[in-house]
């Protein structure tokens, strides 16, 4: 079953915050985000992992709750490169890795 | 330099064809996997294999089918018993480790007239 993601999409302008949200309806062991630009493949951006481990490549932060299954991810002071869609990403038995339908954030200058 | 290929980009088919998309990765990952990606329905998972010889079905196969006979090559093949194959068409690997992230290919576009 997918998480489920909110906002569907989100309007900001440039330097202002976005919290996107990610829910699963089954346990949490780790949470991946990815963010993709029109045409292009899917970018890594972070893990989460139980126990509170992030591994990530971007300065974005992220929580995990594993008892409201749940992760939030935060965009603060946006800029321009932050649009595109983000999906979350949840790790099931075998390798087996199911996102979210997306969340279009649109940076406005 | 390190990376998945995808291959063709664009194709266009006649309703009825099966048509194979191909993935190649030299990351030397054991996992991976294929995606399909319409608007508004994000990344529905197809197909996936954790190591060569081994595949195991997505939530949507129905209408694919895959092969894993080499650890860089996985390649997707869109049967006509798919009811609705126009779609964009991700391929993905990652490490064998719990905690490795995806690595995507730049996808391939199949439109069905």
């Known amino acids: 079953q997918q998480p489920v993601q909110s906002p569907q999409a989100v309007i900001l302008r440039e330097g202002e915050d976005a919290v996107i949200n990610c829910s699963s309806s089954k346990a949490l062991y780790s949470v991946h985000w990815y963010r993709q630009k029109h045409g292009e493949a899917p970018v890594f951006l972070m893990i989460l992992l139980k126990g509170g481990e992030q591994k990530g490549h971007e300065k974005i932060s992220a929580s995990f709750n594993e008892k409201k299954q749940q992760s939030s991810l935060y965009l603060t002071a946006s800029q321009l490169s932050y649009s595109g869609t983000y999906f979350c990403?949840?790790?099931?038995?075998?390798?087996?890795?199911?996102f979210g339908k997306g969340t279009r954030l649109h940076i406005l200058p | 330099d390190g990376g998945i290929t995808q291959s063709p980009k664009y194709l266009f088919r006649k309703e009825g064809q099966n048509v194979t998309l191909s993935c190649e990765q030299n990351?030397?990952?054991?996992?991976m996997y294929w995606y399909r990606q319409d608007p508004g329905q994000g990344l529905r998972l197809i197909y996936y294999s954790q190591i060569v010889n081994d595949f195991q079905k997505g939530d949507i196969a129905e209408g694919y089918s895959v092969s894993r006979e080499k650890k860089e090559s996985f390649p997707l093949t869109v049967t006509s018993a798919q009811k609705n194959p126009t779609a964009f068409y991700l391929c993905a690997s990652k490490t064998d480790r719990a905690t490795g992230e995806l690595f995507f290919g730049e996808g391939s576009r199949l439109t069905v007239l």
């Open positions: 990351l030397n990952h054991d996992a």
């Open positions: 990403g949840i790790p099931e038995r075998n390798d087996k890795i199911i």
